[in-house]
C-alpha cells in the first residue's frame, strides 16, 4: 500500500522559514516524479514545485521561484521542501504527490498517488 505523508507545516510569521517533508512508503520511490501543490480555502489546488528521478531536473512555480526549493533524498525516500520568506498569500494545506515517470509535470491529475497534506499558516 503506497502512503506519502507530510510534515513540517505549522504556524510562521511573515518573512519565516518552514520545512515540510513528505516520506513515502510502499512504492520504487526512485522511480517516481514528486511533486508539491497547495490548496488554500476557496481555491484550487495550485502547482508548488517538481523534481524529476534525480535532483537534476526541477520547476518552481513563478509565485514561489526564489524563495522555495524542492529536493529529494532516494535513500530516504523522502521529499522536502524548503520554504524561506514566506509571505500570507502562501498560506494553505500543502500536498506531496508522486507520478510513475521520469519527469515531474505541473497538471495534478496526472499524480498517481497523493499525501493527506499539511497546513502552513503565514501570519503578517
Known amino acids: 500500500q503506497v502512503q506519502l505523508v507530510e510534515s513540517g507545516g505549522g504556524l510562521v510569521q511573515a518573512g519565516g522559514s518552514l520545512r515540510l517533508s513528505c516520506a513515502a512508503s510502499?512504492?520504487?520511490?526512485?522511480?517516481?516524479?514528486m511533486g508539491w501543490f497547495r490548496q488554500a480555502p476557496g481555491k484550487e489546488r495550485e502547482f508548488v514545485a517538481a523534481?524529476?528521478?534525480?535532483?537534476?531536473?526541477?520547476e518552481h512555480a513563478d509565485s514561489v521561484k526564489g524563495r522555495f526549493t524542492i529536493s529529494r533524498d532516494n535513500a530516504k525516500k523522502t521529499v522536502y521542501l524548503q520554504m524561506n520568506s514566506l509571505e500570507p498569500e502562501d498560506t494553505a494545506a500543502y500536498y506531496c504527490a508522486a507520478r510513475l515517470a521520469l519527469a515531474p509535470t505541473r497538471t495534478w491529475e496526472n499524480y498517481n498517488y497523493w499525501g493527506q497534506g499539511t497546513q502552513v499558516t503565514v501570519s503578517s
Open positions: 510502499g512504492l520504487t520511490f526512485s522511480n517516481y516524479a
Open positions: 523534481i524529476g528521478w534525480t535532483s537534476d531536473y526541477t
